[in-house]
């Protein structure tokens, strides 16, 4: 079977057309396509997307029927194809190291500005009574003091604390105080710059070095909020027990991240090339080894369709806000990741888990917030 | 040390004097528990008891603080303490096979209406919102059903339905039709006599012999209420294969269980000998470990305090229809078991936990319901 007709007969099973008039269906402008996502698998689909290949209408929805008709079975199940069909098919590689590789960390604040809430909240909103992505993500970060019951006097860790969006919705709401850790300088610099006159700290280290940020006495509560993607299936462990150190007995601690509904010990390749370097969603089992003898799990929560309503409104507003050409590979790439995203999280591919941990065990007991 | 010093010691570490004056020290009448504690470990603390070798005001209290004060770490790291002290004390085994032994199955449902709610449920109530223990199982009862959207159009199964508790509620207050299965004799029995009159089947077989309850479509839900905690560490994947199989696409299962803080593959040498032949805890990494790539996880509340209320009410209860001697071995076996209950829930040592799982996830999304 040609390559033509070997996508388009995958595709086929997924319930969607080359060429057909669905918006989910798909239009090739470049033949080159059906070798390319043969050889190159995940990242040849997303790569040639980039460099405008090919086109879908409803890109969300092409997605959610990939995963709803178990596109990963399929491809894990003929694991040896891109290698196999790139030596039959004679291919040089088709790979190449795009301008925008690594674009994600070196996009400066004005990028998820143009995307955001007015907090620079990067991860998932909460729409259950939220009309927009604006209350939806304060929504989420009044849900997270809520769930832990901060007050004014607790001293708060924020593991991973992005532009500082956690850490000024909690200083000034409830008026606690904040030390946010993160590795990234330029997400340190805005986070300061916009934390100025609040009880918050942001210090640039890793979360290991508990020495760094401890200080003289634990923390009351922990939150890590989209950080535990960027650990690591082989850190869980030593992550849980940073936290446990840090963090004072009958304290709670919030872990909020996207889940996978099964273990993994890698990434999607394009998502690893272009959008999460060494990213990595944890599944239950391995977060739920992680914590064992350190913490109670008190409360599993998991809202990841919300997830799909975020992506969709970062989408929106990154297109709206968008003054370039649509051509671009940049802008592509973002489309890409923000719709796929949609789509992974509308067929319950993925998930967003807010667990709340506490050390030792709440008593009487932990009443669920939602 | 001698064996009476190196128990008090050790009861010391837990806050317990021996002879004391609070209610949770214990007073020993009989001098040979020293040494039989020490020889047996949880075994000989439990039959000695059963013996009136020892007593206690507040039992479950006493249990708490052996929980709330690491007990099993102080044990584990001496591990081989039991039968190093048989051979330093040259004792004989000090083990018997009272006339109790078993007794928890042997009994009749006499027993159990003496000390449970009308339904006669055996499994942690919800107290949120009840008064006493009759409230706490209809909340109980209601709260699973509300969980997985139970209407009069469904077909659900029971795993392992007791004396057809939840069955007969759910038939009665939703008009569903449920099938329940069972392995002992006695609440079959017992279950289709309670249930006559309502759309309620009651099957004797194991949960794996799918083909003996299936019919000839899978069942919109299924529920199983404490019977995991009988399913042993090496089956928990079959167990849940099983479920795959029977149940519909989209269709829930809801799993209320008991919970372990950590994984086991045993279970404590008292409880196995006297209240639960082979039962076994399950931890979350279990659980998950076993669900995983079949379900997705929608909901896992945790309502472990719950539990010590519970068997407080169920001790209560028995207590006051007991009309033998209170000296009477099965009459102590059963305040043994409730009021250690108590205090291992209390300690949050123990926990339980509702999980809602989906074949196939929710679409749109799934709601957590309290």
């Known amino acids: 079977m040609g390559a033509e007709e070997t996508v388009r007969d995958l595709a086929a099973q997924m319930d ?19 070798r390319r996502v043969l050889a190159d698998g995940s990242l040849g689909l997303g790569e ?23 596109i990963e079975q399929k491809v894990t199940a003929g694991l040896l194809l891109p290698s196999l ?28 500005r143009s995307m955001s809430d007015p907090y620079i909240t990067l991860s998932c909103g909460y729409w259950k009574d939220a009309d927009d992505l604006d209350e939806a993500q304060e929504a ?35 008026g606690c105080s904040v030390t946010g850790i993160n590795l990234s300088a330029e997400q340190v610099r805005v986070a300061r710059e916009l934390a100025d006159g609040l009880p918050v700290e942001i210090v640039r280290c890793d979360y290991r070095e508990t020495d760094c940020y401890l200080g003289d006495r634990p923390f009351d509560k922990v939150v890590s909020i989209g950080m535990f993607e960027h650990v690591g299936h082989k850190n869980y462990r030593t992550y849980m027990e ?17 889940g996978s509904n099964v273990s993994q010990a890698f990434n999607d390749p394009w998502y690893d090339r272009y959008i999460f370097p060494n990213g990595m969603l944890p599944s239950a089992r391995q ?50 990741f923000l719709l796929s995203s949609v789509g992974g999280f ?6 967003v888990w807010q667990i709340v941990l506490s050390k030792g065990g709440v008593r009487p007991r932990y009443e669920p917030v939602t």
Chains 1, 2 share one sequence.
């Not at 940073?242 to 996207?258: K, N, P």
């Open 140 to 174: 989420k970060l009044d849900l997270v003091c809520r769930k832990i019951g901060i007050s004014e006097a607790d001293r708060v860790l924020d593991i991973g604390c992005g532009f500082g969006s956690f850490a000024r919705f909690a200083a000034e709401r409830y």
């Open 346 to 351: 509308k067929a319950r591919h993925k998930q």
């Open 48 to 70: 040639s997307y980039m460099e405008e290949w090919w086109d879908c209408e409803d890109l969300a929805e092409f997605f959610c029927r990939l995963f709803l008709n178990g």
């Open 242 to 258: 940073s936290v446990h150190r840090v963090l004072a007995d009958g304290g709670f601690f919030l872990l909020h991240t996207i």
């Open 287 to 336: 977060v739920s080894g992680a914590i064992e003898g350190l913490f109670v799990m008190e409360d599993w929560h998991n809202f990841g369709p919300d997830y799909a309503r975020t992506h969709q409104a970062w989408y929106e507003r990154f297109d709206r806000n968008w003054s370039g050409s649509k051509s671009d590979p940049f802008y592509r790439m973002w489309k890409y």
């Open 16 to 34: 969607i057309e080359i060429s057909g008039d669905d918006p989910w269906d798909i239009q090739v402008h470049d033949d080159r396509f059906y």
């Open 85 to 112: 069909a790139a030596r039959v098919l004679n291919l040089q590689s088709l790979r190449r190291s795009p301008q925008v590789a690594r674009a994600h960390y070196d996009t400066t604040v004005e990028h998820y």
